[in-house]
């Protein structure tokens, strides 16, 4: 039974907003008709869900989202576009003629986590009221321990594309 | 111990925030940009606002606050001005970390190295945003130069603090400077153990990234004047332009106090002088001591950015990107893994 005294009024309150504003600049990202407008919108999505992870007192990873999501692929991004195409003011036709087909796959995905959460923790309740903070250091230990092997198929991944990157960029 | 309502701490931190921006700046801009420079180029520098032209500041702030807000025709209204603000903001988060005292400090979190590296990219955004849109060719040059710049730097940053990090064992810059002040030297403690004496190579390394950032002389080319004008804020004026000069020499100044924290040994003393041993142990007369420590350190770190800056020439794009990528992140990977190597040796 859910009593009143295990609601935490205040990140309940602070969940709320922040999912508000991830909401609607989610919406701005794809109907915005400026491709700088729309990227600024996604920092601040990206920036919401860093918020979150600090409402859930872990704050490596609220770190780690800030660093590599709003510190660096969208730096390089706006870079990217800036280099390119960015023109001031409004631009038309900047939808996929597809983008119909994106609303049955959010659906399924939506579906699956709904389906992966549930079934993984049911009805456990996790302590998020700074109590079973963990520290980076378990964080670590777990990564270069037993997700060692994960750890590096990532890596070799990463490696793989960034030499292909190069490859396919370098014309000499 | 004194017990403050929550209130009051929530005050006097954003107080203490505020005079941790703003008088690193102020310092800064008196004592090298207005006087150190004018001396070395044979010439006194403002003299005629108050003594020795020390009230000088206030009346270039009141100048540009006078002055009226505009933004170009064609640029886009709304990010031209929240530009300036997200460079601010990211100057203010980057101070909240630093820790002044046994006690006085902002907030103390484990992750406390790492959110530093985060925040402090965060700048690089209005950076780029304010280029684009100003409407000015110049201004977009500048700032896409900035990012790519900023980018580049931001690496053999990262790498150069892992070093410290690696030695230390930990990511609490509380911690870090317990470390400096609590070792010893084989087995001698008089001066503790402060991590530029270990982490030479990284402390250079962090300090030539930290330059980068800030895109100090030699590695202006973000706000190349002979060329771009004024770079990314070319067409910012009043107390927007104010706002860029504010966050340039604080991020400076908090910069510095970060780089007295990681390799100087941060607001300790060493530690075996008065034979304190642990946190608990420590005199409360070092949460007035720690911050006046600081701010020394600060002003000498801050000294060495700002002489260097007025002494060298500009580098040219592809000489500072080429200095970044192929000198300073080589580099810094080998410092990590030497000091991993001693780590496990000793």
Known sequence: MLLASDVVVAQNVGFGIIAAVMVIFALRVVSSSNVVHAALSLVMVMAGAAALYVLLAAEFVAVTQVLVYIGAVMVLFLFGV?????????????????????????????????????????RTKIDATGGSVVSTTAISDLIFSPYILPFWGLSFVLLAAVIGAIVLARKD | MIALAYWVQ????????????????????????????????????PMEAGPYGSLQLF?????????????????????????????????????????????????????????????????????????????????????????GQLIAYELPMVLSVLGVVIQAGTMNLQSIVMQQNAGSIFGWDGIGNPFILTQFVGFLIFMISVQAELTQ????????????????MTEYSGFRFLIFFIA???????????????????????????????????????????????????????????????SYPRMREDQLQRFAWKVLVPLSLLNIMATAILKVVF
């Open chain 1, 82 to 122: 800036m280099l390119t195409r960015a023109k001031l003011g409004k631009e038309g036709d900047l939808n996929n003629k597809n983008w119909g087909v994106g609303i049955p796959v959010a659906i399924l995905l939506l579906g699956v986590m709904v389906y992966a959460l549930g079934d993984g923790w049911g």
């Open chain 2, 10 to 45: 929530s005050l006097l931190r954003v107080l203490g925030g505020t005079v941790a921006v703003l008088l690193p700046a102020g310092t800064i801009v008196y004592l090298f940009l207005f006087k150190m420079m004018s001396f070395m180029q044979s010439r006194l520098g």
């Open chain 2, 59 to 147: 009346a270039e702030v009141g100048k540009w606050l006078q002055k009226e807000d505009i933004a170009p025709e064609r640029a886009d209204k709304r990010i031209f001005r929240i530009a300036p603000l997200l460079v601010l903001v990211s100057t203010f988060l980057l101070v909240a970390v630093v820790p002044f005292g046994p006690d006085a400090y902002f907030t103390n979190f484990d992750a406390g190295v790492f959110y530093m590296l985060a925040v402090s990219s965060v700048s690089t955004l209005g950076i780029l945003i304010a280029g684009w849109s100003s409407a000015n060719k110049y201004s977009l040059l500048g700032g896409l130069r900035a990012a």
């Open chain 2, 217 to 232: 002389t030699p590695f202006d080319m973000p706000i190349a004047e002979s060329e771009l004008v004024s770079g990314y």
């Open chain 2, 248 to 310: 340039e020499f604080a991020t400076a100044g908090v910069f510095a106090l970060i780089a007295s924290v990681l390799f100087l040994g941060g607001w300790g003393i060493p530690f075996s002088w008065f034979g304190w041993d642990s946190v608990g142990s420590i005199d409360n007369w070092m949460n007035v001591g720690g911050p006046l420590i600081m701010v020394t350190k600060m002003v000498v770190l801050s000294g060495i950015i700002m002489w260097v800056r007025f």
